[in-house]
């Protein structure tokens, strides 16, 4: 290949209903269980990777900074997966910015994988599939595959890299829910998912919350299928509060939750209860994604900025997949 092949991509950050905590092969991020999420629409990474045979090395500016530790060698070990995949050997520089900010409670994992992997192809003008595309950008971050494909999204767990993909099982438009996100602290979480997968198997309670995975699934996209919110709510919490059991319950314990997050769901869970359709779901931080109808959101934002201890609300419509721009 010649030098300077340049693209870039933008993915949307997503979030999970059905929740990837654990895998069966850390090395391939094969997930114990598959997961289902939402792409979160104007929330994402734009990346520009330039292959260029040569640079003597990979470099990464993440949001106008130069990168040199563990986040430049996360890529750069996820630039030996495509480099790899299309057999090529040049490095690259890859330019990154999120248009949310980094530490703000939103993941950024997902985009950021979904986004380098997506330009990094193209940039190699190299054709994949995007069920392919889904399985190398899992090899990045499990939940990066899920924000290759477009509106509501499917993971499916497997024992081998190719059958560990991820599908849209909706599009965007298929059902007008918003995420309203309260953001509780802009902290670093202390400990990230990468090292929590890896502990999930030490709580007695991961291997009976994997083994009704699959039901959940099931009940969680039959309710979005049909837009039963009321049957989607209860799933969506009930799955959270197990994968947050089984994170309190590992070795060491991680409690992700602060007591302003729990005031929030004994709240969403009060409101849902008196009629308002919204439900809660918690990642690896004390940020609380509150689910809920369009018609609910501008009530679901003004209560939550009502409460003390909430620092800022963003909320975001379903997303589509992760596109190349040029
Ligand atoms: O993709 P990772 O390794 O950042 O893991 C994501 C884990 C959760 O956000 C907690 C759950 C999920 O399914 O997104």
Redesign the pocket.
């Known amino acids: 290949m010649g030098t300077g092949q340049s693209a870039t991509a933008r993915a949307n950050a997503?979030?999970?209903f059905?929740?990837?905590?654990g895998n069966r092969d850390d090395r391939l991020?094969l997930p114990a269980n598959s997961?289902l999420?939402m792409n979160l629409d104007g929330l994402h990474t734009v990346t520009t990777v330039t292959w260029d045979a040569a640079l003597s090395e990979d470099s990464l500016t993440l949001n106008g900074q130069v990168e040199t530790g563990a986040k430049l060698e996360r890529v750069r070990r996820h630039l030996d997966a495509i480099r790899h995949r299309l057999g090529l050997d040049a490095h690259a520089s890859v330019v990154s910015t999120n248009n949310f900010p980094t530490g703000a409670g939103i993941?950024s994992?997902?985009s950021s994988?979904a986004a380098l992997t997506v330009a990094a192809v193209a940039a190699a003008g190299a054709q994949l599939s995007e069920r392919e595309l889904t399985t190398l950008a899992r090899l990045g971050?499990?939940?990066?595959a899920?924000s290759v494909p477009s509106g509501f999204v499917v993971w499916h767990a497997a024992d081998r890299h190719e059958d560990s993909y991820a599908e849209s099982i909706a599009g965007p438009d298929h059902w007008d829910l918003v995420d309203v996100i309260a953001v509780v602290s802009y902290q670093h979480k202390e400990v990230?998912?990468?090292a929590?997968?890896t502990s999930a198997h030490t709580s007695e309670l991961q291997a009976t919350r994997v083994e009704h995975a699959p039901q959940r699934l099931a009940e969680c996209k039959a309710a979005l299928l049909e837009r039963n919110f009321d049957a989607f709510a209860e799933i969506v919490e009930r799955d959270s509060n197990l994968?947050h059991a089984v994170m309190m319950t590992s070795r060491p314990p991680l409690f992700y939750w602060h007591p302003v997050s729990l005031d929030i769901m004994t709240q969403v869970r009060r409101w849902r209860a008196d009629g308002l359709p919204v439900c809660y779901t918690l990642?690896?931080g004390p940020n609380v994604h509150c689910i809920c109808t369009a018609a609910a959101a501008d009530e679901v934002i003004a209560r939550l900025k009502a409460m003390s201890g909430v620092d800022e609300v963003r909320a975001a419509r379903p997303g589509g997949p992760a596109v190349v721009l040029s």
């Open positions: 997503n979030i999970a059905i929740k990837y905590w991020r997961s999420s993941a994992s997902a994988f971050s499990g939940s990066a899920r990230g998912s990468t929590g997968h994968m990642d690896a």
